[in-house]
């Protein structure tokens, strides 16, 4: 099983990982979706949001943009990351997860890790 979570603002992809109203996760079983929640972290640390992630189970995170001090943190967490994901609502952006047409964008990359 796969669990992946989508930062949410306003109903669309929240820019930034940790500055969200909630979390999407999707549970992913056989490439179907076969449940969705909704999740706020009762701490909103950014540093801590890796852990936090960990704890829920997620395997992959989908965001557009994402801390450069905390990539490093899902990594050591084996929280596959895809940065640079259009704006998009969570149904569209699952959608592309599970097709294999989500990518991350390698411009954003550099602009964070740059920084």
Known sequence: MKR??????????????????????FEIVGGTVTNSKLEAPSNYDVAGLPDWAAQQGITDVIAYKVDK??????????????IGAPVNPPAILIEDYLNGRLKSDE????????I
Do not use: D, M
């Open 4 to 25: 992946v979570a989508i930062p949410v603002v306003h109903g669309k992809l929240s820019e930034y990982f940790g500055q969200c109203s909630h979390y999407e996760i």
């Open 107 to 114: 411009r954003i990359i550099r602009e964070i890790t740059s």
């Open 69 to 82: 001090s905390i990539i490093t943190r899902f990594v050591n967490n084996k929280i596959n990351l895809f």
